[in-house]
């Protein structure tokens, strides 16, 4: 089984589109939102939800009532000033430490995981798909995207898959490592601009620190195409395979608003590079 991640140094370089298309002419793949953040693959995928389950990550605070001597120990030490005079909790401040519970002479303080978001086992039309959404300013989504890519794996086994395809994180953050940790390839997608090249570069080079092989794609390249000689030039001087050119197609848009990818879409230049990508893709690296 190989694994390939899709990511881009920014969001909003197509990324997202990318992995659709690549989802829906893959044959035998299981297929993961990593981007637990802001989730948007099932959006294209439209997958029918099969297995929801809850997330739970981190620690809060809770006050027993009935136990509390009110004696203030909890107050005074809370350096997130997350417990009232009154000795309620406010679960926004708190910030899990357990301090607190320690603190306390009669153990009426006692942490409680907390439910930080969803994630599912899904099936949609190109194949199984496990996806996630991380509550609103919930934490740990490197922890989640962890568990994503643990169930695609165990998916992919029990079904005989022979490929996953994850859409990453974007940028280079906790979740963008997790999406890469272990994975065969990651292609990077990028913009011909000065920033897109920018966020390339770094994660590149966070690709580079964990021994990943990487190639890059550069999207909507038409639109500046000197630019887009530079990411090319940057590509051979660090010896990353440019694996091909996105040109910029109103297609892609249609494609969207009807909630399809572009290789399902009306024929357009955009889709025949992409497909020529994947067959290079899947001929020189995954082998499948």
Known sequence: MKQIVIISGKGGTGKTILTAAFASLAKNAVFADCDVDAADLH??????VLEPHEFKSGLTAIIDGQVCERCGKCFDVCRFDAISQDFIID???????????????????????NISGEWFISKTRFGPMVHARLGIAEENSGKLVSLVREKAKEVAIEENRDL????????IGCPVIASLSGVDYAIVVTEPTLSGLHDAK???????????KTKLIVNKYDLNADMAANIE????????????????????????????????????????DIIKIWEKLKKNFIGV
């Open 164 to 171: 996953i395809i994850i859409d990453g994180s974007p940028g």
């Open 233 to 272: 030039l940057f590509c051979r001087n660090n010896d990353i395979e440019v694996l091909g050119r996105i040109p910029f197609d109103k297609h892609i848009v249609d494609a969207m608003v009807e909630g399809k990818t572009v290789t399902e879409y009306k024929d357009g230049r955009a889709k025949e």
């Open 43 to 48: 959006l294209l995928l439209q997958p029918e």
């Open 91 to 113: 679960s926004i401040f708190c910030e899990g430490c357990a301090f607190c519970s320690y603190i306390c002479p009669v153990k009426a303080i006692k942490m409680e995981e």
């Open 202 to 212: 770094r994660v590149i080079e966070v690709g580079k620190h964990f021994k990943i």
